[in-house]
């Protein structure tokens, strides 16, 4: 018996017991003729099932604004059925930070429709990614040639936007 059955098991006898019924671990809640015990076990099942999952089915207007949360998909869909997306429960802290995003557009004057060019954006994110992760992305095949690297540490973005840069340059000049 995995871990789940063990958590649902131990629920289903606690409010079974709480309600003076009688439950017998491992017996089949049907064996052959249903009870009154049993039906009643099943309905606190049923009642307590939602609260195991780790999903959640979020019912939105037209505009995207939450209106209700179901435990159900069947419920969410019944509410609304167009507008539901299905969501993960976070069960620990999520930690926030500042993610740092640096673009440079290559072709362009170091003063850019009124901002710095290098230009830094800044989010504050869930820091539920890798947090040593510097990425570089490469936007030379578009209208405006950019250099774009992003990640939550400001010093290493700087530092390997320098190091595309120098590279860029070199390509450029060579």
């Not at 195991?52 to 019944?78: C, M, N, P």
Request: aromatic share 10%; net charge negative.
């Amino acid at each position: 018996m995995g871990k789940r059955e063990q958590v649902i098991e131990a629920l289903v006898e606690k409010l079974m017991a709480q309600r003076g019924l009688d439950y017998i671990p491992g017996v089949p809640m049907y064996a052959t003729e249903v009870t009154e015990e049993e039906k009643r076990a099943e309905e606190l099942y049923a009642a307590i099932e939602p609260l195991l999952t780790k999903t959640v089915y979020v019912s939105t207007d037209a505009e995207g604004q939450v209106i209700r949360v179901f435990a159900r998909e069947a419920d969410a869909g019944a509410y609304r059925d167009d507008y539901y997306e299905e969501w993960e429960i976070t069960e620990v802290p999520v930690e926030r930070g500042v993610y740092y995003v640096l673009v440079w557009f290559c072709d362009q004057p170091e003063v850019f429709v009124n901002r710095p060019n290098p230009d830094v954006y800044t989010h504050d994110l869930d820091r539920d990614a890798r947090p040593d992760e510097v990425v570089f992305t490469s936007g030379l095949d578009s209208v405006h040639p950019n250099l774009k690297v992003e990640g939550w540490d400001c010093k290493a973005v700087h530092a390997r936007y320098e190091e595309e840069r120098a590279a860029y340059e070199a390509r450029k000049a060579g």
